[in-house]
């Protein structure tokens, strides 16, 4: 049997890899469910806050919050990129990348600096290779995210906003549009981007307590954590649907290929089957 | 919904989940500058929350009360909104967890030397005793 053995290896080879890889689709589908949930829990307060958010613009502080105001000339552009720890979901990171590399050709090309923050092994991994400033990094941020987590590595593009340094920030994650679609999103976080769908148009104010500044300022960085909090937990459903997309491929394709092989195993057992009784035949026949 | 004037729309929500969404007619609660009643048809407010409970008298009457860990308060004539940093059904908290950790906290703040660490300490113990007021406020209600 030409090749025989070797056909068979390569099968069973294989067969281990498709238990690997639907292991990893079942694993990843069970974490979608909980990683939505939690994404669910999550979204009363962003809507809240949102809705918080929509009333304080509309509203005439007597003084502009610098996070509200937009500056004149951008020289630098900060960067809050939210990625996967771990690999094998597919083009998910990738997409995302590409899309922020765009941005920053684009901002550089404006003669801008750029600073990033990135969140997870894989920005920091690629990001290394690019030539920009990395501010900070954070990663192991596991299945259940926390806030808190996020808060040191927000702090850094806030406070930087803040001195001046950086004029604009954007967020980068997956959007999980549903189980199939993970849409890569840049959405620009400071200055805050206006408002302007609300019913409320007279001119009107809060009573603040203590302060408007002190308080206003507690509600930006309250919206801030919350909104990047929001994008982490997206981009978790986004990295456990693409890994069980990818893992279904995976598994599909290894499918087709012990198809093939075996198709080809028994063709050539066949083969091996034919000849012999041919020199057999052929042998009886010289006796 | 129709809106009367007698009542207001009041929604509760922590960073992890909604606590309390309904009609009110009496919302009670510990500001920063001082505790605050409101009522509808108050003038728009927009303030700090201090940990501590939060009553609620809903439309029909029936009386809540929250355990709120610090946050913001958005009044608006029709609509209150807190936004907790932490917040609980003031039922479901465990009072021999709080009054643990109040005497942690107590003797954590006696031991502890650098900022940080008091700070912390101090936090955890105006958190455990908001917990324990709220604790406190549910049992009145029992008795009444």
């Not at chain 1, 997409?95 to 920005?123: H, M, P, R, Y």
């Not at chain 1, 920030?169 to 408002?195: A, C, G, I, S």
Request: one cysteine or more; glycine letters at 6%; hydrophobic letters at 40%.
């Amino acid at each position: 049997m030409a090749g025989g053995k070797e056909i068979t290896t390569k099968i069973r080879s294989i067969e281990n890899t498709k238990k690997v890889t639907s292991a990893l689709e079942m694993v990843s589908a069970s974490k979608i469910r909980k990683s939505q949930d939690l994404m669910n829990a999550t979204r009363p307060y962003a809507h809240m806050i949102r809705r918080v958010m929509g009333h304080l613009s509309k509203a005439n502080p007597e003084f502009r919050h610098p996070f509200t105001v937009r500056r004149e000339e951008t020289k630098k552009v900060g960067y809050i990129i939210i990625s996967t720890d771990r690999g094998l979901c597919g083009g998910l990171n990738f997409n995302l990348f590409k899309l922020v590399l765009a941005s920053i050709g684009e901002w550089q090309g404006k003669g801008a600096e750029v600073s990033l923050v990135t969140l997870g092994k894989k920005a920091s991994g690629f990001f290394k290779n690019v030539k920009v400033e990395i501010a900070a990094h954070t990663s192991d941020l596991g299945e259940k995210p926390q806030i808190e987590d996020l808060i040191g590595s927000i702090k850094v593009m806030l406070d930087a906003y803040r001195e001046e340094k950086i004029d604009l920030v954007y967020v980068v994650y997956n959007d999980f549009v549903n189980t199939m679609t993970q849409k890569p999103t840049l959405e620009q976080l400071l200055p805050l981007p206006e408002t302007d769908d609300e019913e409320i148009r007279d001119i009107w104010d809060y009573i603040y307590e203590p302060d408007a500044e002190a308080l206003l300022d507690t509600v930006l960085v309250r919206y801030i954590e919350a909104d990047v909090y929001q994008a982490v937990l997206e981009n978790l459903a986004s990295e456990h649907a693409a890994r069980m997309i990818a893992m279904k491929n995976a598994t599909d394709n290894a499918g087709d290929l012990i198809d093939e092989l075996t198709l080809v195993f028994n063709k050539a057992r066949q083969a091996a089957i034919t000849q012999e009784i041919s020199e057999i035949v052929g042998g009886a026949a010289a006796v | 919904m129709e809106k009367t004037a007698g009542t207001l729309k009041c929604d509760i929500v922590s960073s992890r989940r909604e606590i309390f969404s309904g009609e009110i007619t009496l919302f009670v609660a510990s500001g920063v500058a001082g505790d605050l009643g409101i009522t509808p048809r108050h003038v728009p407010l927009i303030t700090e929350l201090k940990p501590g409970p939060v009553k609620v008298i809903s439309a029909d009457g029936e009386e809540s009360i929250f355990y709120v860990g610090g946050g913001i308060l958005e009044v608006m004539p029709h609509v209150i909104t807190v936004m907790a940093d932490e917040a609980e059904r003031a039922v479901d908290l465990d009072e021999a967890a709080a009054l643990k950790a109040r005497d942690e906290a107590e003797r954590e703040l006696s031991t502890s030397t650098s900022e940080m660490d008091v700070e912390l300490a101090r936090l955890k113990l105006l958190r455990s005793l908001a917990e324990l007021k709220a604790v406190e406020m549910v049992r009145r209600k029992k008795k009444r």
